[in-house]
């Protein structure tokens, strides 16, 4: 599958031996015939710190902003978990496109979203999907979704302060804990979602998500009601960033395994939850 694939361009690339920068720095370190690509800084860290602005709302003087916008959002209710999304990848005001996939598939049990940089959020969690597979294949079981959200969180705590952009989510079900929900970002916060707290909101829309899953969210709804809930949530996000948008994504989690509904334009959602319709 796909999503199980090494990609096309890793870490590993065929250099001659010695390799320096104009400065003379090594720029590579080798294991064998192949070579691991390394910064040509001598502090990766502080060259990101120094150069990249965070996406906040102060650059800094900073050269290269990240200008980041979407909405994901994924709640636990009685019957599974749901996952609705955005399509819209944006740098600022550019509209990039609006047909982002931002749900990842690690496996057939198990959901991740994408909010941050993209690139960051496909490689690290096409990665975890490896990850995930060398451990079934090891221990003859699937891994839980405790054990995939924490494999993720350690890789984002060993590259903490390298200029990584991931604010995702990692879901799914387990014979050990059932239906679970964490939330994970490049700084290595990792948090679980509780009977108190049992839906995570990630993005720049994720305030107006939040605003209607605090007022409408019910742990007893049936299948068909939450996903209601997950659309209408993504509407009002939609229609009040001007950074999300474009078509709403929606996935059902269950014991059998994820599904994928017929995607729906905020367009049409307009015409059901706008102007309080619904």
């Known amino acids: 599958m796909d999503f199980l694939k090494a990609p096309p361009r890793g870490l590993l690339r065929q250099r001659g031996y010695g390799s320096k920068d104009a400065f003379g720095?090594?720029?590579?370190?080798?294991?064998?015939?192949?070579?691991?690509e390394?910064?040509?800084?001598?502090?990766?860290?502080?060259?990101?710190?120094?150069?990249?602005?965070?996406?906040?709302?102060?650059?800094?003087?900073?050269?290269?902003?990240?200008?980041?916008?979407?909405t994901t959002i994924a709640f636990k209710y009685k019957n599974g978990i749901i996952v609705a999304v955005d399509s819209r990848a944006s740098q600022g005001p550019y509209v990039g496109s609006q047909t982002v996939e931002k749900v990842i598939p690690i496996n057939d049990r198990l959901l991740g979203?994408?909010?941050?940089?993209?690139?960051?959020?496909?490689f690290w969690q096409r990665n975890l999907g490896m990850q995930a597979r060398i451990y079934e294949l090891k221990n003859k079981e699937p891994i839980s979704v405790a054990a995939a959200s924490k494999?993720?969180?350690?890789?984002?705590?060993?590259?903490?302060?390298?200029?990584?952009?991931?604010?995702?989510?990692?879901?799914?079900?387990?014979?050990?804990?059932?239906?679970?929900?964490?939330?994970?970002d490049n700084d290595a916060t990792r948090l679980r979602a509780t009977e108190e707290q049992p839906f995570f909101a990630v993005g720049s829309g994720g305030t107006y998500a939040y605003g209607i899953l605090d007022t409408e969210y019910k742990w007893d709804m049936t299948t068909e009601e939450a996903v209601k809930l997950?659309?209408?949530?993504?509407?009002?996000?939609?229609?009040?960033?001007?950074?999300?948008?474009?078509?709403?994504?929606?996935?059902?989690?269950?014991?059998?395994?994820?599904?994928?509904?017929?995607?729906?334009?905020?367009?049409?959602l307009h015409e059901i939850y706008g102007n309080g319709k619904q």
């Open 113 to 122: 979203t994408m909010a941050g940089g993209a690139a960051d959020c496909l």
């Open 151 to 184: 494999l993720l969180a350690n890789n984002m705590a060993y590259y903490r302060g390298m200029g990584l952009s991931m604010g995702t989510m990692v879901t799914g079900w387990d014979k050990s804990q059932g239906f679970e929900l964490y939330y994970v």
């Open 230 to 268: 997950g659309r209408k949530a993504i509407y009002h996000a939609t229609y009040r960033d001007a950074y999300s948008g474009g078509m709403n994504n929606v996935y059902v989690v269950t014991k059998e395994g994820w599904e994928k509904l017929e995607p729906k334009d905020v367009y049409e």
């Open 25 to 36: 720095n090594p720029v590579s370190a080798g294991l064998g015939g192949d070579r691991f």
């Open 38 to 70: 390394l910064p040509a800084f001598a502090n990766p860290a502080e060259f990101v710190r120094s150069h990249f602005s965070p996406g906040t709302y102060e650059d800094n003087g900073k050269r290269v902003k990240f200008d980041k916008g979407t």
